[in-house]
């Protein structure tokens, strides 16, 4: 099955720096990728999604790359703000099955 | 105001008692999802249901079961089979079969002692 790992477990940045996050997965079939944030003692948020037929997709301040080839995405995220500051999970769908794998997470730190 | 609800927040039990933790929807969304998160964590898969009446085990169904008897509704009972209750439980609902995107309910938070 799929196993998607998510690199770094931690990250601190000051505000307005940019902020990358990235994930590998193995099963090369896989079509899409969701990114969610989650605020302490809250749900995950789904904050920006890619298909595999998409290189590259943004949505204001946040942005998603795919590598198929190297079966790597990644998250970006420019100017960053303190409201920033969350744990953030990278999933890739398992081939055949409509659920998500999740990687173990991201913890962004942005200080004022 | 459409959303997914979970009840209750936080929830206490004594071990060896078996606990329903609810799980409702009101988008019309056909599949829903319930995974467990554990400190540091990421979410694994407990259980899932594309269609009313049927469901599927995720990765660690064992000590869980569930029901699908409403499409609004998959509420999850964990037994006194399962070895480490404590964790936070978060339901997740997705549109249908053309849709990928999973959205997730508030969690609650299983405390078993």
């Known amino acids: 099955g799929e196993n998607v790992e998510q690199h770094p477990s931690t990250l601190s940045v000051q505000e307005g720096d940019s902020a990358v996050i990235k994930c590998t997965y193995s099963?090369?079939?896989?079509?899409?990728f969701p990114w969610y944030k989650q605020e302490l003692g809250k749900g995950p948020q789904l904050i920006i999604d890619i298909r595999s037929n998409v290189g590259e997709k943004k949505d204001q301040r946040i942005a998603v790359t795919l590598n198929k080839t190297a079966k790597h995405f990644s998250l970006h995220i420019t100017e960053t703000q303190p409201e920033d500051s969350a744990v953030y999970f990278c999933a890739a769908k398992d081939t055949g099955f409509q659920k998500l794998v999740f990687g173990t997470g991201t913890r962004l730190l942005v200080s004022p | 105001d459409g959303g997914i609800t979970q009840s209750p927040k936080y929830l206490f039990r004594k071990e060896g008692q078996n606990v329903t933790l609810s799980c409702e929807q009101n988008?019309?969304?056909?599949?829903m999802y319930w995974y467990r998160q554990d400190p540091g964590q990421g979410l694994r898969l407990i259980y899932y249901s594309q269609i009313v009446n049927d469901f599927q085990k995720g990765d660690i169904a064992e000590g869980y079961s569930v029901s699908r008897e409403k499409k609004e509704s998959f509420p999850l009972t964990v037994t006194s089979a399962q070895k480490n209750p404590t964790a936070f439980y978060l339901c997740a609902s997705r549109p249908g079969h053309l849709s990928y995107e999973q959205y997730f309910g508030p969690g609650t938070r299983l405390t078993v002692t």
């Open positions: 988008l019309n969304h056909d599949a």
């Open positions: 099963d090369s079939a896989s079509n899409y």
